[in-house]
């Protein structure tokens, strides 16, 4: 035969008020002249008090300074018309710890008659970390937003733009052939050059709008975070231009050096170039070929590798995996890097 539930009747007060101090919550009461008269040690803990300190204050003492005008007119309110419920439904609220910092916070209302007089019992929760996850949470949520949004910018700009732009240089190529003087061939030349350009600057920007959702990021996201990470030291964006299969054939191995090469190829830039320039070129074929340029101030006198150096280190990376790194003038001023090492190295 079941034993019968026991009522609150059943326990001692003894254990009622063991119940009380070890809730979870904090709980506190208040009577009809806002004054505590009650505070379990959750509730002292959360506003840091200690021991009966609180008993005897007014309310008001949890209640940050610009809330408790408008807290003593709604507390009046609830003491003509008692009943339980949450305290501000659909409001922010914030208790005030003693050392004076705020703190969101949720609390139930109940209504108590003790003695001819209506008493307030308030269950208090401190929500920190539930705001916090929400906050991040509504975070991600933009976030998520921001991707969807670049995603189709992505779209929109590979779909539309980019065959736009081939065609009219395809456009431009037949008028070429038709071209009856050399400054006008010359001229049509220049514009296709651009167009080709443009394209390649439009695909740069596809592929840094393009998420990797839940991926690692590859070869070719990381040049674009390299590249953004330079711009900061440089005083401008590096031009960067892909060509070939950057994410697919780039192995990690080839990758672990590639990277801190390029990493290094900028800071130098930075650093002792002076440039207003950088392109930065990454093709994948047979072989995977940096070539980083600059329009600065040139080769530097002594660019041997000296031990240490970063140029050295350069070196070093391409000669493990059987390549080659070259520092040579650029044509029209400046420096070129040619960082190249083979894909298939015959095991």
């Known amino acids: ?57 007014p309310i008001e003492l949890l209640i940050p300074d610009h809330l408790q005008g408008a807290h003593g007119h709604h507390r009046r309110g609830y003491t003509n018309r008692p009943r339980t419920r949450p305290m501000g439904s659909g409001l922010e609220l914030h208790g005030r710890h003693r050392d004076g910092h705020e703190f969101p916070v949720e609390i139930g209302l109940s209504p108590v008659e003790v003695g001819g007089t209506v008493h307030v019992i308030a269950v208090v929760r401190d929500v920190t970390d539930r705001r916090l996850v929400a906050e991040d949470l509504a975070h991600a949520q933009e976030q998520l937003a921001l991707v969807d949004d670049r995603e189709r910018i992505a779209r929109d700009l590979h779909d539309t733009v980019i065959q736009r732009l081939f065609a009219v240089g395809l456009s431009l190529q037949g008028a070429l052939v038709r071209a009856d003087t050399s400054d006008l061939s010359g001229r049509l030349e220049t514009a296709i050059d651009e167009i080709d350009g443009t394209i390649r600057d439009i695909r740069t920007s596809i592929f840094a709008l393009q998420s990797r959702r839940g991926l690692a990021a590859g070869p070719r996201e990381t040049v674009l ?17 892909f060509r070939g299969l950057i994410d697919t054939k780039m192995t990690d191995d080839i990758r672990e050096q590639f990277v801190p090469t ?83 190295r015959g095991g």
């Open 225 to 241: 975070q390299l590249a953004r990470e330079a711009a900061r030291a440089l005083g401008f964006d590096p031009r960067i231009e």
């Open 1 to 57: 035969m079941e034993r019968p539930v026991e009522s609150a009747g059943d326990l001692s007060d003894t254990a009622l008020r063991a119940a009380v101090d070890a809730a979870s919550d904090g709980i506190l009461v208040v009577d009809d002249d806002g004054t505590v008269v009650f505070a379990n040690p959750m509730l002292r803990h959360l506003f840091g008090y200690a021991g009966p300190e609180l008993i005897g204050c």
């Open 262 to 344: 390029l990493r290094e190829a900028l800071t130098n830039v930075a650093k002792h170039a002076g440039a207003s320039r950088v392109e930065v070129s990454v093709e994948v074929e047979d072989d995977v070929l940096l070539r980083v340029t600059d329009n600065g101030v040139g080769v530097p006198a002594d660019h041997s590798h000296s031990a240490g150096s970063g140029l050295a280190n350069m070196a070093e990376r391409a000669e493990q995996l059987g390549g080659t790194c070259i520092i040579k003038g650029a044509e029209r001023g400046g420096t070129v890097i040619e960082w190249q090492v083979p894909i298939d």
